[in-house]
């Protein structure tokens, strides 16, 4: 039998400084247009990941955006940082969780989530974990693929 528990959500102050954004549905189709009017260079400074109804940026030194990368800024989007004291766990800049956050990241290592991984949550009550493990660096193209594999 696998342990379970409930994890509640508060607000955190101060908020992590962001590492990552993640999208859906529309907010992720905000998001890729917006990264879509970028240089290529700038998108260079990138990595990311994307599902049908998903989109995660993270700078492309995976975890420590510079000011030549800053991320998007996109209402709708959740805004990702290291979890204090889990380095390969990113949960929500302005919410943390009323467990101990090294003890989500066992939690996820044991369920054999490759490191990094973020805790997405889009809607309450529901959370989402992904692997950042398989982002890659953003290229033009594929923006472009799955932003006209969503009309």
Do not use: K
């Not at 400074?45 to 000011?67: E, H, Q």
């Not at 919410?95 to 956050?101: G, N, Q």
């Not at 939690?107 to 309450?124: G, K, M, N, S």
């Amino acid at each position: 039998m696998t342990p379970s528990f409930r994890v509640e959500w508060v607000a955190r102050q101060p908020p992590l400084p962001p590492v990552g954004v993640a999208a859906r549905g529309h907010a992720a189709e905000l998001l890729v247009r917006n990264l879509l009017t970028r240089s290529d260079d700038a998108l260079a400074n990138f990595t990311g990941l994307a599902a049908p109804d998903l989109v995660v940026v993270c700078s492309a030194d995976i975890g420590r955006p510079t000011n030549r990368s800053e991320l998007p800024w996109v209402d709708g989007v959740s805004y990702l940082g290291v979890a204090p004291g889990s380095a390969g766990l990113w949960v929500p800049t302005t919410l943390a969780p009323t467990v101990p956050e090294a003890l989500l990241a066992r939690a996820i290592q044991h369920a054999r989530i490759p490191a990094p991984a973020a805790i997405l949550l889009f809607t309450v009550g529901e959370a989402t974990v992904i692997s950042l493990a398989q982002a890659r660096p953003l290229a033009r193209d594929q923006l472009v693929a799955w932003q006209e594999s969503r009309r």
